[in-house]
């Protein structure tokens, strides 16, 4: 029904930059909130930035000053700006968007399948 399509991950150097890309297609929803979080074995899923439609943002204390997110509401797409990498970056990025059907109201929490970044000395 929903579905986020991700691209923009790869091997980048160490201070190099990288961006995300997530689109939410579908129809007859609206995105409340939009962003990415990433996993790396052995660890819990973390929160790296996510935006409301108001334009809100948080970011995990790790990436601040370094990663940029923003969002094109029209076009239900996301962008993660990602500057200054660093190897603890290296992980997979799953977009995620809590979203609100038009017609039910019911409120759903959507994953993309992840993408690798990663981030060489």
């Known amino acids: 029904q929903v579905q986020l399509v991700e691209s923009g991950g790869g091997l980048v150097q160490a201070g190099g930059s990288l961006r995300l890309s997530c689109a939410a297609s579908?129809?007859?929803?609206?995105?409340?909130?939009f962003g990415w979080y990433r996993q790396v074995p052995g660890k819990q899923r973390e929160l790296v930035a996510v935006?409301?439609?108001?334009?809100?943002?948080n970011y995990a204390d790790s990436v601040k000053g370094r990663f940029t997110l923003s969002r094109e509401n029209a076009k239900n797409t996301v962008y993660l700006q990602m500057n200054s990498l660093k190897p603890e970056d290296t992980a997979v990025y799953y977009c995620?968007?809590?979203?609100?059907?038009?017609?039910?109201?019911?409120?759903?929490?959507?994953w993309g399948q992840g993408i690798q970044v990663t981030v060489s000395s």
């Open positions: 935006i409301s439609d108001g334009g809100s943002t």
């Open positions: 579908g129809s007859a929803f609206s995105i409340i909130v």
């Open positions: 995620n968007a809590d979203i609100r059907s038009d017609y039910t109201r019911g409120q759903y929490r959507y």
